[in-house]
């Protein structure tokens, strides 16, 4: 058995949750704004932005993702991970309210991400972050630590380290595609997560990276 796992927005999706959310409530220029402050953390700016989508709907959350198209060929490159009995999952520092949908589409086995929380289906304003960086002094210092929960889920199912395959396009996933026997760079959007790895997909096609992992020594 070996294990996949995949950021969600800018991977497996063809656009970010947090965009198609903020847009559709009015609050864009307000997320874009927290978003590229560089005085706060990470967990600061997930805090703050969770902070204005209070009042959102579980069912605002799930449509704005419905909403966003998989990337092209996502369904086939898990479905033929799964063929060769890969577990496949999300880990994401989106929500797992819509990181839910993407890998229920998509019939995988898991998923780490950040949990808004909710009273009757709509959003208080609050979330709960997963970390994991501070259990096993990682740099990323994220909301969502991925190296973390690759090891944890790796562990989880069995798994070695070295069966692993790591797939996402940021910064935030550099730690995560840096632990992985296998790293992927998708689509970087800059020479940081470029950088992060010998094997990089500069097209957008999900079976590019099966095709990396066909050509793998």
């Known amino acids: 058995m070996k294990l996949a796992a995949f ?11 947090v965009f198609a959310l903020s847009e559709r409530m009015g609050l864009d220029g307000r997320v874009r704004a927290i978003q590229s402050d560089e005085k706060l953390a990470s967990h600061e700016k997930t805090a703050m932005i969770a902070g204005l989508f209070a009042g959102v709907t579980r069912r605002d959350v799930e449509s704005a993702v419905e909403s966003i198209p998989l990337s092209k ?28 949908v993407v890998a229920s589409r998509l019939g995988m086995d898991f998923v780490a991400a950040n ?9 208080t ?11 096993i002094g990682c740099f990323c210092h994220l909301s969502v630590c991925k190296r973390y929960h690759l090891e944890k889920y790796a562990d989880m199912f ?6 692993t395959l790591a797939v996402g396009d940021t910064r935030a996933d550099i730690c995560m595609i840096r632990r992985a026997g296998f790293g992927v760079a ?9 950088n992060a790895s ?20």
């Not at 060929?73 to 309210?97: F, H, M, P, W």
């Not at 069995?158 to 069966?163: N, T």
């Open 7 to 17: 950021d969600m927005d800018g991977t497996l999706l063809d656009g970010r949750l």
């Open 73 to 100: 060929n996502a369904e086939q490159a898990v479905s033929a991970l799964k063929g060769r009995d890969y577990k496949t999952g999300i880990i994401s520092d989106s929500y797992t309210a819509a990181a839910g």
């Open 115 to 123: 949990d808004l929380v909710f009273e009757n289906s709509v959003a």
């Open 125 to 135: 304003g609050r979330v709960n972050m997963p970390m994991g960086w501070e259990k």
């Open 158 to 163: 069995g798994v070695q380290l070295v069966d």
């Open 186 to 194: 998708f689509m970087p959007k800059d020479d940081d997560v470029r």
């Open 198 to 217: 010998e094997n990089v997909v500069a097209t957008p096609d999900m079976m590019q990276v099966i095709r990396l992992l066909d050509a793998a020594p």
